[in-house]
Protein backbone atom coordinates (compact mmCIF):
# COMPACT_ATOMS: atom_id res chain seq x y z
CA UNK A 1 0.00 0.00 0.00
CA UNK A 2 0.76 3.14 -0.81
CA UNK A 3 1.60 5.65 2.69
CA UNK A 4 -0.23 8.37 3.26
CA UNK A 5 1.59 11.36 4.35
CA UNK A 6 0.13 14.32 6.36
CA UNK A 7 -0.23 17.14 3.67
CA UNK A 8 1.81 20.10 5.69
CA UNK A 9 0.22 23.85 4.40
CA UNK A 10 1.89 26.22 2.73
CA UNK A 11 0.59 29.25 3.86
CA UNK A 12 2.82 31.23 6.56
CA UNK A 13 2.03 32.29 10.24
CA UNK A 14 -0.27 35.79 10.22
CA UNK A 15 2.91 37.67 11.70
CA UNK A 16 4.59 36.86 8.31
CA UNK A 17 1.79 38.60 6.79
CA UNK A 18 1.66 41.73 8.37
CA UNK A 19 5.48 42.05 8.40
CA UNK A 20 4.71 41.36 4.26
CA UNK A 21 2.12 44.47 4.31
CA UNK A 22 4.81 46.96 7.24
CA UNK A 23 7.34 46.76 4.38
CA UNK A 24 5.18 47.61 1.52
CA UNK A 25 4.61 51.39 0.11
CA UNK A 26 0.97 50.74 0.96
CA UNK A 27 -1.76 49.29 -1.11
CA UNK A 28 -3.28 51.08 -3.83
CA UNK A 29 -6.52 52.42 -4.11
CA UNK A 30 -7.13 53.09 -7.81
CA UNK A 31 -5.90 52.58 -11.48
CA UNK A 32 -7.33 49.78 -13.44
CA UNK A 33 -8.19 46.58 -12.47
CA UNK A 34 -5.45 43.79 -13.95
CA UNK A 35 -7.06 40.00 -14.13
CA UNK A 36 -4.46 37.68 -12.46
CA UNK A 37 -4.10 33.91 -13.25
CA UNK A 38 -6.44 31.40 -11.74
CA UNK A 39 -5.02 29.35 -9.21
CA UNK A 40 -5.25 26.20 -11.56
CA UNK A 41 -3.51 28.09 -14.22
CA UNK A 42 -0.55 29.04 -11.49
CA UNK A 43 2.85 27.44 -11.77
CA UNK A 44 3.73 27.93 -8.36
CA UNK A 45 1.68 28.06 -4.80
CA UNK A 46 0.34 31.85 -3.72
CA UNK A 47 3.20 31.70 -0.80
CA UNK A 48 3.42 34.87 1.05
CA UNK A 49 7.26 36.09 1.54
CA UNK A 50 9.18 38.97 3.15
CA UNK A 51 9.55 42.07 1.05
CA UNK A 52 12.78 43.87 2.03
CA UNK A 53 13.42 47.08 1.82
CA UNK A 54 16.33 48.14 -0.78
CA UNK A 55 19.17 50.25 -0.66
CA UNK A 56 18.45 54.40 0.23
CA UNK A 57 20.65 56.99 -0.49
CA UNK A 58 23.11 58.17 2.12
CA UNK A 59 23.36 54.95 4.32
CA UNK A 60 26.36 54.32 6.05
CA UNK A 61 28.48 51.11 5.55
CA UNK A 62 27.15 50.20 8.89
CA UNK A 63 23.41 50.47 7.22
CA UNK A 64 24.49 48.51 4.02
CA UNK A 65 25.29 45.75 5.97
CA UNK A 66 22.05 45.53 8.04
CA UNK A 67 20.34 45.90 5.11
CA UNK A 68 22.09 43.70 3.20
CA UNK A 69 21.45 40.98 5.72
CA UNK A 70 17.96 41.73 6.34
CA UNK A 71 17.14 41.24 2.46
CA UNK A 72 18.47 37.57 3.09
CA UNK A 73 14.84 37.12 3.93
CA UNK A 74 13.77 38.22 0.09
CA UNK A 75 14.27 34.84 -1.84
CA UNK A 76 12.45 35.86 -4.90
CA UNK A 77 14.59 35.90 -8.10
CA UNK A 78 17.84 34.61 -6.49
CA UNK A 79 17.92 37.19 -3.50
CA UNK A 80 17.36 40.03 -6.10
CA UNK A 81 16.92 42.67 -3.74
CA UNK A 82 19.95 41.48 -1.15
CA UNK A 83 22.20 41.95 -4.72
CA UNK A 84 21.53 45.51 -4.73
CA UNK A 85 23.54 45.85 -1.65
CA UNK A 86 26.23 44.64 -3.45
CA UNK A 87 28.93 46.76 -5.64
CA UNK A 88 29.34 45.33 -9.45
CA UNK A 89 30.65 42.11 -10.07
CA UNK A 90 30.86 40.94 -6.32
CA UNK A 91 31.06 37.81 -6.01
CA UNK A 92 28.50 36.18 -3.39
CA UNK A 93 26.25 32.41 -3.36
CA UNK A 94 23.14 32.95 -1.17
CA UNK A 95 22.32 29.04 -1.84
CA UNK A 96 25.76 28.51 0.25
CA UNK A 97 23.71 28.01 2.91
CA UNK A 98 22.17 29.52 5.88
CA UNK A 99 23.32 30.68 9.39
CA UNK A 100 20.67 30.81 12.06
CA UNK A 101 20.81 32.58 15.00
CA UNK A 102 18.91 33.21 18.13
CA UNK A 103 16.57 36.52 17.90
CA UNK A 104 18.09 39.48 19.24
CA UNK A 105 21.59 37.73 19.82
CA UNK A 106 23.24 39.91 16.70
CA UNK A 107 25.66 42.74 16.98
CA UNK A 108 26.88 45.07 13.95
CA UNK A 109 30.36 47.29 14.75
CA UNK A 110 31.76 49.17 12.35
CA UNK A 111 35.72 47.80 12.20
CA UNK A 112 36.67 50.63 9.99
CA UNK A 113 35.41 53.22 7.24
CA UNK A 114 34.95 50.54 5.28
CA UNK A 115 35.28 47.00 7.08
CA UNK A 116 31.71 45.53 9.46
CA UNK A 117 31.32 42.96 11.37
CA UNK A 118 28.59 41.49 12.25
CA UNK A 119 28.67 38.51 15.35
CA UNK A 120 25.59 36.31 15.99
CA UNK A 121 25.06 33.28 18.32
CA UNK A 122 24.09 30.40 16.41
CA UNK A 123 21.54 27.92 16.78
CA UNK A 124 22.02 26.10 13.32
CA UNK A 125 23.47 26.15 9.96
CA UNK A 126 21.82 25.06 6.88
CA UNK A 127 24.13 23.05 4.42
CA UNK A 128 24.05 23.89 0.54
CA UNK A 129 22.16 20.64 -0.08
CA UNK A 130 19.52 21.36 2.86
CA UNK A 131 20.88 19.94 5.70
CA UNK A 132 20.13 21.43 8.91
CA UNK A 133 22.76 21.05 11.67
CA UNK A 134 21.78 21.86 15.24
CA UNK A 135 24.49 23.93 17.09
CA UNK A 136 24.95 24.72 20.46
CA UNK A 137 25.11 28.39 20.85
CA UNK A 138 28.29 29.30 19.63
CA UNK A 139 29.54 32.75 18.74
CA UNK A 140 30.14 33.28 14.63
CA UNK A 141 31.77 36.43 13.46
CA UNK A 142 31.05 37.32 9.69
CA UNK A 143 33.30 40.33 8.28
CA UNK A 144 32.13 42.22 5.37
CA UNK A 145 34.47 44.98 2.91
CA UNK A 146 32.85 47.97 1.29
CA UNK A 147 33.65 50.58 -0.89
CA UNK A 148 31.36 53.41 -2.94
CA UNK A 149 30.62 52.53 -6.02
CA UNK A 150 28.73 56.30 -7.69
CA UNK A 151 28.69 58.04 -4.17
CA UNK A 152 27.16 55.24 -2.15
CA UNK A 153 28.72 52.49 -0.20
CA UNK A 154 28.09 48.99 -1.29
CA UNK A 155 29.76 45.69 -0.27
CA UNK A 156 32.89 44.21 -2.15
CA UNK A 157 33.50 40.93 0.47
CA UNK A 158 30.30 39.24 1.42
CA UNK A 159 30.39 35.73 3.36
CA UNK A 160 28.28 32.99 1.27
CA UNK A 161 25.22 32.16 1.98
CA UNK A 162 22.23 34.20 3.78
CA UNK A 163 21.68 34.94 7.72
CA UNK A 164 18.41 34.73 9.03
CA UNK A 165 17.14 34.82 12.68
CA UNK A 166 15.00 31.61 14.27
CA UNK A 167 11.80 33.14 13.75
CA UNK A 168 12.47 34.63 10.40
CA UNK A 169 14.28 31.31 8.96
CA UNK A 170 11.25 29.27 9.98
CA UNK A 171 9.06 32.06 7.54
CA UNK A 172 11.31 31.69 4.76
CA UNK A 173 12.07 28.14 4.82
CA UNK A 174 10.47 25.05 5.71
CA UNK A 175 11.93 21.12 6.17
CA UNK A 176 10.89 18.50 3.52
CA UNK A 177 11.56 14.96 3.60
CA UNK A 178 13.65 13.18 0.76
CA UNK A 179 12.35 9.97 0.49
CA UNK A 180 15.18 7.25 -0.77
CA UNK A 181 14.55 3.47 0.23
CA UNK A 182 15.71 1.23 2.48
CA UNK A 183 18.72 -1.86 0.57
CA UNK A 184 15.81 -4.13 -0.35
CA UNK A 185 13.06 -1.37 -1.46
CA UNK A 186 10.59 -2.31 1.40
CA UNK A 187 10.64 1.14 3.02
CA UNK A 188 10.75 4.81 2.14
CA UNK A 189 13.74 6.30 4.35
CA UNK A 190 13.23 10.20 4.83
CA UNK A 191 16.35 12.36 4.54
CA UNK A 192 15.09 16.07 5.70
CA UNK A 193 15.99 19.15 4.31
CA UNK A 194 15.25 23.04 4.25
CA UNK A 195 13.99 24.75 1.47
CA UNK A 196 13.00 28.54 0.94
CA UNK A 197 9.04 27.85 0.15
CA UNK A 198 8.96 29.40 -3.04
CA UNK A 199 11.42 27.58 -4.77
CA UNK A 200 10.62 24.24 -2.47
CA UNK A 201 9.58 21.41 -5.60
CA UNK A 202 12.53 22.80 -7.59
CA UNK A 203 14.67 22.28 -5.19
CA UNK A 204 13.17 18.71 -3.77
CA UNK A 205 13.75 17.98 -7.42
CA UNK A 206 17.02 18.54 -7.62
CA UNK A 207 18.35 17.48 -4.56
CA UNK A 208 16.43 13.79 -5.26
CA UNK A 209 17.42 12.83 -8.42
CA UNK A 210 20.87 14.75 -9.63
CA UNK A 211 22.12 15.59 -5.52
CA UNK A 212 21.30 11.82 -4.08
CA UNK A 213 21.21 10.91 -0.10
CA UNK A 214 23.34 13.12 2.41
CA UNK A 215 26.63 11.58 2.93
CA UNK A 216 25.79 10.31 6.66
CA UNK A 217 23.27 8.11 5.43
CA UNK A 218 24.60 7.59 1.62
CA UNK A 219 25.62 3.97 2.29
CA UNK A 220 22.63 2.94 3.96
CA UNK A 221 19.59 3.27 1.29
CA UNK A 222 18.77 3.31 -2.35
CA UNK A 223 18.43 5.90 -4.61
CA UNK A 224 16.24 4.96 -8.27
CA UNK A 225 17.12 7.93 -9.61
CA UNK A 226 20.57 7.94 -11.56
CA UNK A 227 22.44 11.13 -13.25
CA UNK A 228 21.19 10.28 -16.73
CA UNK A 229 17.46 10.11 -15.35
CA UNK A 230 17.37 13.06 -13.36
CA UNK A 231 15.99 16.46 -13.33
CA UNK A 232 16.04 17.64 -16.98
CA UNK A 233 15.11 21.38 -16.13
CA UNK A 234 15.09 23.70 -13.50
CA UNK A 235 10.93 23.95 -13.29
CA UNK A 236 8.75 22.02 -12.05
CA UNK A 237 5.34 23.57 -12.60
CA UNK A 238 2.22 22.54 -11.13
CA UNK A 239 -1.53 22.11 -13.67
CA UNK A 240 -4.49 21.29 -11.20
CA UNK A 241 -2.34 20.50 -8.50
CA UNK A 242 -0.29 18.14 -10.23
CA UNK A 243 3.57 18.68 -10.39
CA UNK A 244 5.19 18.18 -13.41
CA UNK A 245 8.82 17.07 -13.43
CA UNK A 246 11.03 16.75 -16.54
CA UNK A 247 13.37 14.57 -16.67
CA UNK A 248 15.93 13.60 -19.17
CA UNK A 249 15.64 11.36 -22.01
CA UNK A 250 17.67 7.86 -20.57
CA UNK A 251 14.43 7.90 -18.36
CA UNK A 252 12.41 6.81 -20.86
CA UNK A 253 14.44 3.75 -21.31
CA UNK A 254 13.72 2.42 -17.06
CA UNK A 255 12.44 -0.55 -16.78
CA UNK A 256 8.58 -0.27 -15.24
CA UNK A 257 9.51 -1.51 -11.70
CA UNK A 258 12.08 1.25 -11.06
CA UNK A 259 10.21 3.83 -12.90
CA UNK A 260 7.15 3.06 -10.23
CA UNK A 261 10.33 3.70 -7.65
CA UNK A 262 11.13 6.72 -9.27
CA UNK A 263 7.12 7.85 -8.86
CA UNK A 264 6.56 7.07 -5.70
CA UNK A 265 9.97 9.29 -4.36
CA UNK A 266 8.91 11.92 -6.41
CA UNK A 267 5.46 12.11 -5.34
CA UNK A 268 6.23 11.64 -1.20
CA UNK A 269 9.01 14.00 -1.37
CA UNK A 270 6.61 16.65 -3.17
CA UNK A 271 3.48 16.09 -0.92
CA UNK A 272 4.71 18.94 1.48
CA UNK A 273 4.53 21.52 -1.00
CA UNK A 274 0.90 20.92 -1.46
CA UNK A 275 0.95 19.16 -5.12
CA UNK A 276 -1.66 15.77 -5.15
CA UNK A 277 0.15 14.07 -7.93
CA UNK A 278 3.46 13.65 -9.61
CA UNK A 279 3.79 13.29 -13.38
CA UNK A 280 7.07 12.39 -14.53
CA UNK A 281 7.28 13.93 -18.00
CA UNK A 282 10.20 13.40 -21.26
CA UNK A 283 10.27 15.98 -23.98
CA UNK A 284 6.42 16.54 -22.68
CA UNK A 285 5.73 13.72 -22.80
CA UNK A 286 4.19 11.89 -19.44
CA UNK A 287 6.04 8.49 -18.74
CA UNK A 288 2.60 6.89 -16.82
CA UNK A 289 4.37 5.40 -14.35
CA UNK A 290 2.44 3.16 -11.51
CA UNK A 291 4.21 4.20 -7.77
CA UNK A 292 5.83 0.98 -6.34
CA UNK A 293 4.34 -0.05 -3.11
CA UNK A 294 6.10 -0.18 0.11
CA UNK A 295 5.66 -1.21 3.80
CA UNK A 296 4.05 1.38 6.45
CA UNK A 297 6.41 2.26 9.86
CA UNK A 298 3.45 3.19 11.66
CA UNK A 299 2.22 1.17 15.19
CA UNK A 300 -0.15 0.48 16.67
CA UNK A 301 -1.72 3.84 19.00
CA UNK A 302 -2.48 1.52 22.42
CA UNK A 303 1.02 1.08 24.23
CA UNK A 304 1.79 -2.11 24.44
CA UNK A 305 3.22 -2.83 28.38
CA UNK A 306 3.03 -5.56 30.73
CA UNK A 307 0.44 -5.81 32.83
CA UNK A 308 0.10 -8.07 36.16
CA UNK A 309 1.10 -11.31 34.64
CA UNK A 310 0.31 -10.41 31.24
CA UNK A 311 1.57 -8.81 28.41
CA UNK A 312 -0.21 -7.12 25.07
CA UNK A 313 -1.90 -4.08 24.36
CA UNK A 314 -3.36 -1.24 26.82
CA UNK A 315 -6.79 -0.32 26.53
CA UNK A 316 -8.28 1.36 29.58
CA UNK A 317 -8.89 -1.29 31.97
CA UNK A 318 -8.44 -4.45 29.36
CA UNK A 319 -5.16 -5.99 28.04
CA UNK A 320 -5.53 -7.53 24.55
CA UNK A 321 -2.74 -10.02 25.59
CA UNK A 322 0.23 -11.23 22.84
CA UNK A 323 -0.23 -14.73 23.98
CA UNK A 324 2.92 -16.53 22.39
CA UNK A 325 5.51 -13.58 23.38
CA UNK A 326 4.20 -13.24 26.95
CA UNK A 327 5.06 -16.89 27.84
CA UNK A 328 8.23 -16.73 26.10
CA UNK A 329 8.72 -13.73 28.40
CA UNK A 330 8.20 -15.63 31.06
CA UNK A 331 10.26 -18.49 30.38
CA UNK A 332 13.64 -16.25 29.58
CA UNK A 333 13.13 -14.11 32.74
CA UNK A 334 14.19 -17.71 34.85
CA UNK A 335 17.71 -17.40 33.26
CA UNK A 336 18.72 -13.28 32.88
CA UNK A 337 15.90 -11.92 35.54
CA UNK A 338 12.75 -10.56 35.00
CA UNK A 339 12.28 -8.58 31.95
CA UNK A 340 12.98 -4.76 32.21
CA UNK A 341 13.07 -4.02 29.04
CA UNK A 342 11.10 -5.19 25.53
CA UNK A 343 11.09 -4.18 21.55
CA UNK A 344 8.99 -6.32 19.53
CA UNK A 345 9.12 -6.56 15.56
CA UNK A 346 6.62 -5.36 13.21
CA UNK A 347 4.92 -8.66 12.72
CA UNK A 348 4.80 -8.99 16.30
CA UNK A 349 6.38 -12.66 16.32
CA UNK A 350 10.21 -11.38 18.00
CA UNK A 351 11.14 -9.63 20.89
CA UNK A 352 14.64 -8.34 22.11
CA UNK A 353 14.81 -8.48 25.85
CA UNK A 354 16.79 -7.12 29.03
CA UNK A 355 16.46 -8.98 32.38
CA UNK A 356 17.33 -7.20 35.91
CA UNK A 357 20.77 -9.20 35.89
CA UNK A 358 21.40 -7.33 32.63
CA UNK A 359 21.55 -10.25 29.95
CA UNK A 360 19.89 -9.49 26.81
CA UNK A 361 17.76 -12.27 24.70
CA UNK A 362 15.59 -12.69 21.94
CA UNK A 363 12.50 -14.52 22.00
CA UNK A 364 9.59 -15.87 19.63
CA UNK A 365 5.82 -15.87 19.70
CA UNK A 366 6.33 -20.08 19.49
CA UNK A 367 7.59 -19.79 23.04
CA UNK A 368 11.42 -20.52 21.89
CA UNK A 369 14.02 -17.98 23.14
CA UNK A 370 17.93 -17.52 23.76
CA UNK A 371 20.14 -15.63 25.62
CA UNK A 372 22.01 -13.39 23.13
CA UNK A 373 24.33 -11.29 25.46
CA UNK A 374 25.66 -11.51 29.07
CA UNK A 375 28.19 -8.60 29.57
CA UNK A 376 27.63 -6.37 32.04
CA UNK A 377 25.87 -2.89 32.23
CA UNK A 378 23.89 -3.31 28.88
CA UNK A 379 22.01 -1.10 27.45
CA UNK A 380 18.45 -1.69 26.44
CA UNK A 381 18.29 -3.59 23.29
CA UNK A 382 16.88 -2.60 19.54
CA UNK A 383 16.46 -4.78 17.43
CA UNK A 384 16.08 -4.37 13.00
CA UNK A 385 13.29 -5.93 10.46
CA UNK A 386 16.17 -8.73 9.55
CA UNK A 387 16.03 -9.96 13.31
CA UNK A 388 19.18 -8.24 14.63
CA UNK A 389 19.57 -7.46 17.79
CA UNK A 390 22.41 -4.63 18.93
CA UNK A 391 23.59 -5.34 22.05
CA UNK A 392 26.28 -2.83 24.19
CA UNK A 393 27.40 -2.05 27.69
CA UNK A 394 26.88 1.45 28.54
CA UNK A 395 30.82 2.08 29.31
CA UNK A 396 32.09 0.32 26.53
CA UNK A 397 30.84 1.79 23.11
CA UNK A 398 33.29 -0.36 21.29
CA UNK A 399 31.44 -2.99 22.21
CA UNK A 400 28.74 -2.62 19.82
CA UNK A 401 27.07 -5.90 18.53
CA UNK A 402 24.84 -7.05 16.22
CA UNK A 403 23.55 -10.75 17.20
CA UNK A 404 21.72 -12.67 14.49
CA UNK A 405 18.26 -14.61 15.41
CA UNK A 406 20.81 -17.64 15.68
CA UNK A 407 23.40 -16.17 17.89
CA UNK A 408 26.12 -15.32 15.46
CA UNK A 409 28.02 -12.49 17.11
CA UNK A 410 28.94 -9.25 14.44
CA UNK A 411 31.17 -7.17 16.08
CA UNK A 412 30.80 -3.29 15.10
CA UNK A 413 33.76 -1.67 17.11
CA UNK A 414 34.55 1.33 15.15
CA UNK A 415 30.65 3.16 15.58
CA UNK A 416 31.25 6.00 17.56
CA UNK A 417 34.59 7.38 17.40
CA UNK A 418 35.33 9.23 20.68
CA UNK A 419 32.81 8.70 22.37
CA UNK A 420 32.99 7.38 26.57
CA UNK A 421 29.76 6.38 27.47
CA UNK A 422 25.90 5.02 25.74
CA UNK A 423 23.02 5.88 27.42
CA UNK A 424 20.50 4.37 25.08
CA UNK A 425 20.02 2.74 21.16
CA UNK A 426 17.24 2.70 18.74
CA UNK A 427 17.43 1.26 15.66
CA UNK A 428 14.94 2.80 13.17
CA UNK A 429 11.57 1.23 11.94
CA UNK A 430 12.92 0.96 8.84
CA UNK A 431 16.00 -0.64 10.12
CA UNK A 432 18.90 2.07 8.28
CA UNK A 433 19.77 3.70 11.01
CA UNK A 434 20.65 3.58 14.53
CA UNK A 435 20.16 6.65 17.16
CA UNK A 436 22.04 7.11 20.18
CA UNK A 437 22.37 9.08 23.07
CA UNK A 438 25.86 9.22 24.30
CA UNK A 439 28.47 11.03 26.24
CA UNK A 440 31.23 12.20 23.38
CA UNK A 441 33.81 13.52 26.32
CA UNK A 442 32.52 16.70 26.85
CA UNK A 443 28.33 16.19 27.28
CA UNK A 444 25.11 13.96 26.55
CA UNK A 445 24.22 14.31 23.01
CA UNK A 446 22.02 12.41 20.26
CA UNK A 447 23.93 11.20 16.90
CA UNK A 448 22.66 9.33 14.41
CA UNK A 449 24.34 6.79 12.31
CA UNK A 450 23.63 4.90 8.73
CA UNK A 451 23.88 1.48 9.32
CA UNK A 452 25.96 -0.69 6.45
CA UNK A 453 25.28 -4.07 5.55
CA UNK A 454 27.16 -6.86 3.27
CA UNK A 455 25.38 -8.31 0.13
CA UNK A 456 23.89 -10.80 2.30
CA UNK A 457 22.13 -8.32 4.39
CA UNK A 458 24.54 -8.74 7.68
CA UNK A 459 25.31 -5.39 9.44
CA UNK A 460 29.23 -4.84 9.34
CA UNK A 461 29.56 -1.45 10.80
CA UNK A 462 28.07 2.24 11.20
CA UNK A 463 28.55 4.97 8.88
CA UNK A 464 29.65 8.04 9.84
CA UNK A 465 27.65 9.60 12.91
CA UNK A 466 25.84 12.88 12.61
CA UNK A 467 25.66 14.81 15.59
CA UNK A 468 21.73 15.51 15.64
CA UNK A 469 22.35 18.06 19.17
CA UNK A 470 23.53 18.46 22.25
CA UNK A 471 21.13 17.38 26.00
CA UNK A 472 21.28 19.40 28.85
CA UNK A 473 22.15 16.45 31.08
CA UNK A 474 22.40 12.27 31.32
CA UNK A 475 20.30 10.79 28.98
CA UNK A 476 17.60 8.13 30.12
CA UNK A 477 15.94 6.95 27.11
CA UNK A 478 15.54 6.72 23.72
CA UNK A 479 12.78 6.76 20.63
CA UNK A 480 11.32 6.70 17.35
CA UNK A 481 8.14 8.70 17.01
CA UNK A 482 8.34 8.31 12.94
CA UNK A 483 10.65 8.28 10.46
CA UNK A 484 12.06 11.72 10.99
CA UNK A 485 11.76 12.35 14.33
CA UNK A 486 13.50 11.27 17.87
CA UNK A 487 12.30 11.51 20.95
CA UNK A 488 14.40 11.36 23.98
CA UNK A 489 14.55 11.33 27.84
CA UNK A 490 16.90 13.35 29.70
CA UNK A 491 17.87 15.57 32.53
CA UNK A 492 18.16 18.83 32.94
CA UNK A 493 19.13 20.90 36.72
CA UNK A 494 17.37 17.32 37.99
CA UNK A 495 14.32 17.59 36.61
CA UNK A 496 13.44 14.77 33.75
CA UNK A 497 12.71 16.18 30.32
CA UNK A 498 11.54 14.74 26.88
CA UNK A 499 13.01 16.62 23.83
CA UNK A 500 11.98 16.15 20.72
CA UNK A 501 14.72 15.84 18.27
CA UNK A 502 14.62 16.12 14.51
CA UNK A 503 16.69 14.50 11.97
CA UNK A 504 17.82 17.29 10.60
CA UNK A 505 16.16 20.11 12.74
CA UNK A 506 15.63 22.60 15.79
CA UNK A 507 14.30 20.50 18.65
CA UNK A 508 11.75 21.41 21.53
CA UNK A 509 12.05 20.33 24.89
CA UNK A 510 8.68 19.71 27.73
CA UNK A 511 9.04 18.49 31.49
CA UNK A 512 8.53 15.25 32.26
CA UNK A 513 6.65 13.77 35.58
CA UNK A 514 9.45 13.19 38.39
CA UNK A 515 10.57 10.09 37.90
CA UNK A 516 9.62 8.82 34.56
CA UNK A 517 12.44 5.82 33.58
CA UNK A 518 11.31 4.95 29.71
CA UNK A 519 9.45 6.20 26.96
CA UNK A 520 7.88 5.12 23.90
CA UNK A 521 6.37 6.21 20.87
CA UNK A 522 3.32 6.90 18.59
CA UNK A 523 3.16 8.11 15.18
CA UNK A 524 3.59 11.47 14.82
CA UNK A 525 5.02 14.52 17.11
CA UNK A 526 3.25 14.67 20.51
CA UNK A 527 2.70 11.24 20.41
CA UNK A 528 4.77 9.84 23.59
CA UNK A 529 3.82 7.33 26.57
CA UNK A 530 6.14 7.73 29.64
CA UNK A 531 6.74 4.78 32.66
CA UNK A 532 7.75 5.97 35.68
CA UNK A 533 9.19 4.20 38.40
CA UNK A 534 6.25 3.34 40.20
CA UNK A 535 4.62 1.88 37.54
CA UNK A 536 2.66 5.09 36.34
CA UNK A 537 2.10 5.22 32.78
CA UNK A 538 1.24 8.58 31.02
CA UNK A 539 0.15 10.22 28.27
CA UNK A 540 0.88 13.29 26.31
CA UNK A 541 -1.16 16.14 25.64
CA UNK A 542 0.47 19.20 23.93
CA UNK A 543 3.10 19.95 27.28
CA UNK A 544 0.86 18.18 29.75
CA UNK A 545 0.74 14.57 30.99
CA UNK A 546 -1.70 12.59 32.32
CA UNK A 547 -1.51 8.97 34.19
CA UNK A 548 -3.60 6.70 31.87
CA UNK A 549 -2.53 3.38 33.98
CA UNK A 550 -1.47 2.21 37.35
CA UNK A 551 0.70 -0.82 37.84
CA UNK A 552 2.58 -1.28 34.52
CA UNK A 553 5.70 -3.33 34.51
CA UNK A 554 7.83 -2.46 31.29
CA UNK A 555 6.70 0.27 28.67
CA UNK A 556 7.83 -1.94 25.39
CA UNK A 557 8.51 -0.34 21.98
CA UNK A 558 6.80 -1.36 18.57
CA UNK A 559 8.71 -1.69 15.29
CA UNK A 560 5.42 -1.27 13.51
CA UNK A 561 2.30 -3.48 12.48
CA UNK A 562 2.04 -6.74 10.70
CA UNK A 563 1.09 -6.39 6.95
Known sequence: MI??????????????????????????????????????????????SFNPDKPSPGMTPQQVVEGFIAAGSGTRDTWAVAKLFLAEATPWNPRAGVTVYTPGQRTV?????????????????????????QRAGEVVSLNFRLAKEEGEWRITEAPDGIVLDRNRFTSVFRNYPLMFFDRDWRYLVP???????????????????????????????????????GLGAPSVPVRSQVAEVPLRSAARGVDRTTLGRMQLQLAESLAGTGVQGVDMLVDGQPLGAVPAEVRQTRVESRPLVTWGDGF???????????????GALAD??????????????????????????????????????QVLDTRAGLVKPTMDDDLFTYSVPAGDPAGLRAYS??????????????????YAVRVSRDGTRLAAVVRDGTQPAVWISGIIRDDDGVP???????ALGALPGAGVDLTWLDGSTLAVLAESEGQPVVIEQPVGGPSRSTRAPEGATSLAGGNESGEVRLLDSEGRLFGQRGATWSVIANDVGVLATQRGMPG
Open 332 to 369: VATEIGAVNAIEVDADRAHAAVRGESGGVGLVQSDGRW
Open 109 to 133: TAVSDDEVNVAVRVEGSVEANGAYT
Open 312 to 326: GFLSGAELEPLTGLG
Open 3 to 48: PQRTRRLLALPAIALILVLAACAGLPTSGPVKLGRSVSEADEDPAV
Open 405 to 422: PDGTVHELSSAWPGVTHV
Open 191 to 229: DERWFPVDSARVRIAEALTLGGPSAWLAESVRNAFTEST
Open 460 to 466: VRLGEPK
